[in-house]
């Protein structure tokens, strides 16, 4: 009688640390983030690609999300910034996490970083803005596809006495900025003509300049949490 005793105090130990470990598990799954992580901006801070350097454009993203019902997360623009005297060099892809990534809509746009710069699930369709929106494309009235990035095609700052960031998102006038398409549509098949984040230079800085390329000054946020 002694040893039944004992063998059932020790199931009940047993089975009281499995329904911890469950309780433990479920707690973790609760706490993990979830929903949109990634969206292109339905718009700027106003001031063409003046942006406030990164700090401002990661506001801008924040701001958004938090718009949306996402300001749980920590939300990074998918930016470059070139080194000066002052500052160093930053990689857009270096800032955003690590993945994966989907819309407002819950679709996949990239798995990991690898896979955002190789072949992604990136397209008008799925390139929406923070509620879910579709941005206009090549072909739309007006064109915006052209989003501000700053970046190399591997997402890496690009170097070099040229201005690639418009003064690393400080200049609204004169200046320039590297530009992705974000429906991967251009004037022919080419490969930057189909690039999401390395596409070709603006003409400016200012609202009209971005405007006149085909743009907005869209960019892209991700979670970076």
Known sequence: MLQTN????KW??????VAVAV????????TGKTGMSFFVTSAGPGKGADLGGLAGADAQCQKLASAAGAGNRTW???????PTANVPGVNARDRIGKGPWTNAKGV???TDVANLHGTNNLNKQTA????????NGRGDTPNMHDVLTGSQPDGTFIAGNVNTTCGNWTQSGEGSAMLGHHDKTGLDES????????SHMSRGCSPDALKATGGAGLFY?????
């Open 6 to 9: 004992k063998s059932n105090r």
């Open 12 to 17: 009940a130990v047993a089975a009281g640390a």
């Open 23 to 30: 309780l433990a598990a479920c707690g973790s799954m609760s």
């Open 76 to 82: 990074r623009a998918y930016l470059s910034q070139q």
């Open 108 to 110: 996949v746009v990239a």
């Open 128 to 135: 929406l803005t923070e509620s879910g929106a579709i941005v």
């Open 191 to 198: 490969v930057p003509a189909k690039s999401w984040n390395s």
């Open 221 to 225: 946020c991700f979670a970076a949490d």
